[in-house]
């Protein structure tokens, strides 16, 4: 069974511009959850999405917004990006009821210059 | 202002010790916690977990304990290998809460061979 598949894995993005990141959960699993990773602020959570719903969401900015598909896909979108996004963007996928295990993409690594 | 780095604590052991790991949580209300090894440049991977109504669960060469009265956890690896080194990452959640987790700072281990 394939893992959490995220794209791309690098990119580099100019301050102001926007950017998306897309993720294909495990297959099965109809919960999506992103997470943000720095050195200053560890791993943090963003959102979450189960049946293409926002079931919850973590203390970020508007800028940061997601959506999911009804093939389960998720994407992340940042918008006027800042220096201080330059982060891995996690992707996580779970079969999405109580309990269930969590499992982690790759990740995305942006860079905002 | 500028960003502080995370200061991750640290644990050399030599190759077939047995290593510890401690987290303390934050949330009294927390009923699920999961142990994530994290390699470099590579996303957070499933260890083992523990719900609320156990104090300890065995997995293959690991151990989780979960003392709830002063919100602790921690990780036991037996027989500790030099593939083990890696960042480690307690979690802590609410299995209503899906998907979203608390991350603690991490902790990493080196084995050294």
């Known amino acids: 069974k394939a893992g959490v598949t995220q794209t791309p894995r690098y990119l580099i993005k100019t301050r102001g511009q926007q950017v998306t990141l897309s993720c294909s959960p495990i297959s099965g699993h109809r919960s999506v959850s992103w997470y943000q990773q720095t050195p200053g602020q560890g791993l943090q959570f963003l959102f979450e999405?189960?049946?293409?719903?926002?079931?919850n969401k973590g203390n970020f900015p508007g800028r940061f917004s997601g959506r999911q598909f009804s093939n389960s896909r998720s994407e992340m979108n940042v918008s006027t990006l800042e220096l201080g996004d330059s982060a891995l963007y996690l992707c996580?996928?779970?079969?999405?009821?109580?309990?269930?295990?969590?499992?982690f993409g790759e990740g995305s690594w942006l860079t905002v210059v | 202002g500028e960003s502080v780095g995370l200061h991750l604590p640290t644990l050399s052991v030599q190759e077939g010790d047995n290593s510890i790991i401690n987290c303390a949580y934050s949330n009294s209300a927390s009923d699920y916690f999961i142990w994530y090894k994290q390699e470099s440049g590579k996303g957070p991977q499933f260890i083992i977990d523990i719900r609320s109504n156990m104090d300890k669960r065995q997995g293959q060469r690991v151990t989780v304990l979960l003392n709830k009265t002063v919100k602790h956890l921690s990780l036991q690896i037996a027989a500790t290998q030099p593939g083990d080194s890696a960042v480690y990452f307690c979690?802590?959640?609410?299995?209503?809460?899906?998907?979203?987790?608390?991350f603690g700072q991490g902790t990493i281990l080196t084995v050294h061979p």
């Open positions: 996580a996928s779970s079969e999405g009821f109580s309990g269930n295990t969590i499992y």
């Open positions: 999405y189960f049946s293409e719903t926002q079931r």
């Open positions: 979690a802590e959640g609410l299995r209503t809460s899906y998907g979203k987790l608390t």
